[in-house]
């Protein structure tokens, strides 16, 4: 069964790095998403990209924050200048037909 | 805009009991979808089951069942014959229908235990 996959499963960086998180979305997805999940606390919803423009993103997604998709399987997010609050998990989500968002199994990232 | 709300924070249920999770939301909207989401401690995101609000009919997988009341704006979970590896973070979500690939909203979560 296709699924959304995410590297690196760990991300340990120092404040004010630059980080940038990879996903490869389920090949005939159209939407794609980013999300975050601070530890012990609800997801949240950071931005979704479709056509290869955001179509939507949250008071979160700063210009800290950008999307890509570089090419015609991944999709990334960068953290320009991360800071301590940056740490949480981040998930990549993708959505076909059915209109049921499938998440990768995330990415731990650590600023220290 | 919308909001999901989980009043349980923990819940605990025997092996082979059946428990039920609460989940209430808030929207101005007709149409829309629901989703519960496991989340066990590797932290990935697993699909429970999801629920459409045109359809009257509870959505159904295997021992997870649904309770949909639209009225009341409830979507509560019902997880049969309860098994050690259900043992999980469950959140609840929203998704409007109104906007093609409109983001998920979730809930607080509820941490199940299955106790043996």
């Known amino acids: 069964e296709p699924e959304v996959t995410q590297t690196p499963s760990h991300q340990v960086t120092q404040m004010g790095q630059e980080v940038i998180l990879r996903c490869v979305p389920i090949?005939?997805?159209?939407?794609f998403y980013w999300y975050r999940q601070i530890l012990g606390q609800k997801v949240e919803f950071l931005v979704s990209?479709?056509?290869?423009?955001?179509?939507?993103k949250s008071e979160i997604f700063d210009d800290q924050f950008s999307v890509e998709r570089p090419d015609g399987s991944n999709f990334t997010l960068k953290i320009r200048s991360t800071k301590l609050e940056d740490s949480a998990m981040y998930f990549c989500?993708?959505?076909?037909?059915?209109?049921?968002?499938?998440f990768g199994p995330g990415t731990r990232l650590l600023v220290l | 805009a919308q909001t999901v709300t989980q009043s349980q924070p923990e819940m605990s249920v025997q092996e082979a009991e059946t428990v039920t999770l609460s989940c209430t939301y808030d929207?101005?909207?007709?149409?829309?979808?629901l989703f519960w989401y496991k989340q066990p401690p590797s932290r990935q995101m697993i699909l429970v089951i999801r629920?459409?609000?045109?359809?009257?009919q509870n959505a159904t997988e295997n021992r997870f069942s649904v309770n949909f009341q639209k009225a009341a704006k409830s979507f509560s979970l019902k997880i049969s014959d309860s098994q050690l590896g259900d043992a999980a973070m469950y959140f609840c979500?929203?998704?409007?229908?109104?906007?093609?690939?409109?983001?998920?909203?979730f809930g607080e979560g509820t941490q199940l235990t299955v106790n043996p």
């Open positions: 989500a993708s959505i076909g037909t059915q209109e049921t968002q499938y």
């Open positions: 090949s005939n997805h159209l939407y």
């Open positions: 990209f479709y056509n290869n423009e955001i179509s939507e």
């Open positions: 929207t101005s909207e007709s149409d829309y979808y």
């Open positions: 629920q459409e609000a045109y359809k009257q």
């Open positions: 979500a929203y998704r409007s229908a109104y906007t093609s690939g409109s983001r998920l909203t």
